[in-house]
């Protein structure tokens, strides 16, 4: 069964992340993706993750995408990352029974016309976990 499911990136989010900005030196897209991996070990990668657990979502312009929040996270290097942008809609064409897979493509489109900007070709999905502080 096909699925479509639209991601939209939290406006408030982006908006608090564009105020910032203007605040304090724009990160580069290696420095963003260490930030938001600061903390976390990867394991092992998996095929498939659930997108209604992982709604928050980062995007990595030219690099990767983020999914989730919490203890552990998921790191997507998708095929094309070049195409990513932090101003985009994600629209996944999910193939995987409603998960969010490694075969997947993912549409790029516009955040204000809609118009469409490329898309992406899912690769494995790295889980990154928090360390536990020693205690």
């Known amino acids: 069964m096909k699925t479509t499911v639209l991601f939209l990136l939290a406006a408030a989010t982006l908006a608090g992340a564009a105020g910032a ?3 304090a030196p724009k990160l580069t897209p290696e420095q963003q993706l260490a930030k938001a ?11 498939c993750i659930d997108p209604r657990l992982n709604m928050n979502t980062q995007v990595i312009d030219g690099t990767a995408i983020v999914y989730g929040s919490g203890q552990t996270i998921y790191l997507q290097k998708p ?7 932090n101003d985009v809609i994600l629209v996944a064409d ?9 075969i997947d493509v993912v549409q ?11 898309f992406v070709s899912m690769n494995q999905f790295v889980p ?3 360390v536990q502080p020693a205690g």
């Open 21 to 23: 900005a203007g605040a």
């Open 37 to 47: 991996l600061e903390g976390r070990v990867a394991g092992k990668p998996v095929r």
């Open 79 to 85: 095929v094309n990352a070049q195409s990513l942008r």
């Open 94 to 102: 999910m193939r995987g029974g409603g998960q969010l897979c490694n």
């Open 108 to 118: 790029l489109h516009d955040r204000i016309n809609w118009w469409w900007r490329g």
């Open 128 to 130: 990154y976990t928090k």
